[in-house]
């Protein structure tokens, strides 16, 4: 692709752009970006919010991109607020994160764009999941998410700074969205690294050239520890969405059977959506599908924290999965 200057462009174009660089939310979900840069036209967009609250264990590829393509998710924020008319940009990043404070703050300074003094840093309080789209703008903006509304319908755009700097890429160096960097970590691993595959590179093709492995290794996780997927072997490909793969050891996972759930409602003070996961796996295991709905099921973010509390190791999450697949299953059959 032909390099393109953003600000010498209407918007329509600038979104064809970067539906042509093939970019995807990058911090797990992959929805399609230009998508998510599409609001309802009566939409009123205040604040692009770039998502450096990196809260997962063991993840650090966000920090990393932030570290040394500050001015690449600087240019991305600037790009974005000018598609979508928008004054303000804030990018967000934990309380342990603070060394790229001054990193960040002189990205800003140094960036050409003519709307980069509406840009600013706010540090976030380090807890799970502050990088939850409903957590992290209630935390940066004390507004809420509505239930089974989506952040435009408050004013925000959220994007990963992983798909800030790919934004930025597509049209200063006209590169589309095919490698993404990842972090390879866990007990499992001799070497904890963070590295830059093209996507579609199988992770077993990495053993042991690029990442040397222990013997003890129990589980393998796509993603994050608490909201990542378990995988039967490495033999699996990288996405656009995949933050890391880690191969944990069997200290660092829960390979215990379930037990009967005994009502504790610990689940209920861990979750960060103030929903009841204890109710709504009882409306699953009991087939009641609408019951699940009205107690929230959609609304369920997988960060995994109710799973990750329960003294009766009930796989909830698991479960929430599987009624929102039996959900949509339900909604195209009619």
Same mark, same amino acid.
């Given at each position: 692709?032909?390099?393109?200057?953003?600000?010498?462009?209407?918007?329509?174009?600038?979104? +064809?752009?970067?539906?042509?660089?093939?970019?995807? @939310?990058? @911090?797990?979900?992959?929805?399609?970006?230009?998508?998510?840069?599409?609001?309802?036209?009566? $939409?009123?967009?205040?604040?692009?919010?770039?998502?450096?609250?990196?809260?997962?264990?063991?993840?650090?590829?966000?920090?990393?991109?932030?570290?040394?393509?500050?001015?690449?998710?600087?240019? *991305?924020?600037?790009?974005?607020?000018?598609?979508?008319?928008?004054?303000?940009?804030?990018?967000?990043?934990?309380?342990?994160?603070?060394?790229? &404070?001054?990193?960040?703050?002189?990205?800003?300074?140094?960036?050409?764009?003519?709307?980069?003094? @509406?840009? =600013?840093?706010?540090?976030?309080?380090?807890?799970?999941?502050?990088?939850?789209?409903?957590?992290?703008?209630?935390?940066?903006?004390?507004?809420?998410?509505?239930?089974?509304?989506?952040?435009?319908?408050? +004013?925000?755009?959220?994007?990963?700074?992983?798909? &800030?700097?790919?934004?930025?890429?597509?049209?200063?160096?006209?590169?589309?969205?095919?490698?993404?960097?990842?972090?390879?970590?866990? +007990?499992?691993?001799?070497?904890?690294?963070?590295?830059? $595959?093209?996507?579609?590179?199988?992770?077993?093709? &990495?053993?042991?050239?690029?990442? =040397?492995?222990?013997?003890?290794?129990?589980?393998?996780?796509?993603? *994050?520890?608490?909201?990542?997927?378990?995988?039967?072997?490495?033999?699996?490909?990288?996405?656009?969405?995949?933050?890391?793969?880690?191969?944990?050891?069997?200290?660092?996972? =829960?390979?215990?059977?379930?037990?009967?759930?005994?009502?504790?409602?610990?689940?209920?003070? $861990?979750?960060?959506?103030?929903?009841?996961?204890?109710?709504?796996?009882?409306?699953?295991?009991?087939?009641?599908?609408?019951?699940?709905?009205?107690?929230?099921?959609?609304?369920?973010?997988?960060?995994?924290?109710?799973?990750?509390?329960?003294?009766?190791?009930?796989?909830?999450?698991?479960?929430?999965?599987?009624?929102?697949?039996?959900?949509?299953?339900?909604?195209?059959?009619?």
């Amino acid at each position: 692709m032909p390099i393109l200057d953003p600000f010498a462009i209407d918007s329509k174009e600038a979104i +064809g752009r970067i539906k042509e660089a093939g970019i995807t @939310g990058m @911090g797990g979900a992959s929805f399609p970006t230009h998508v998510k840069l599409s609001p309802p036209p009566d $939409a009123k967009i205040e604040y692009v919010i770039a998502n450096g609250a990196e809260c997962e264990p063991y993840l650090c590829i966000d920090a990393a991109t932030m570290f040394f393509n500050a001015k690449e998710v600087v240019d *991305g924020i600037s790009i974005v607020m000018k598609i979508e008319n928008c004054p303000k940009g804030i990018i967000a990043i934990e309380a342990n994160k603070k060394d790229l &404070l001054p990193i960040l703050e002189k990205a800003i300074a140094e960036c050409p764009n003519p709307n980069k003094d @509406g840009i =600013s840093v706010v540090v976030c309080k380090t807890k799970y999941p502050q990088g939850g789209e409903k957590t992290l703008v209630q935390a940066v903006l004390a507004r809420q998410i509505p239930s089974g509304g989506l952040p435009f319908q408050i +004013g925000c755009i959220i994007q990963n700074v992983g798909t &800030l700097k790919a934004i930025s890429d597509a049209f200063r160096k006209g590169e589309a969205l095919t490698q993404r960097p990842l972090t390879i970590s866990g +007990g499992g691993v001799e070497k904890p690294i963070n590295v830059l $595959a093209p996507i579609g590179t199988c992770i077993g093709d &990495l053993i042991p050239e690029v990442v =040397s492995l222990k013997d003890n290794i129990a589980k393998i996780i796509s993603g *994050g520890p608490m909201m990542g997927f378990a995988m039967k072997s490495a033999d699996f490909p990288v996405q656009k969405n995949t933050s890391g793969v880690l191969f944990l050891t069997e200290k660092e996972t =829960s390979l215990q059977e379930e037990d009967p759930c005994i009502g504790c409602a610990r689940c209920v003070g $861990a979750c960060s959506c103030y929903l009841s996961p204890v109710l709504m796996v009882r409306a699953l295991k009991s087939g009641n599908l609408d019951e699940a709905v009205k107690l929230g099921l959609m609304d369920c973010v997988e960060c995994g924290a109710c799973s990750f509390i329960c003294p009766a190791h009930v796989k909830l999450v698991q479960r929430f999965r599987i009624g929102k697949q039996l959900l949509r299953l339900k909604k195209m059959k009619g």
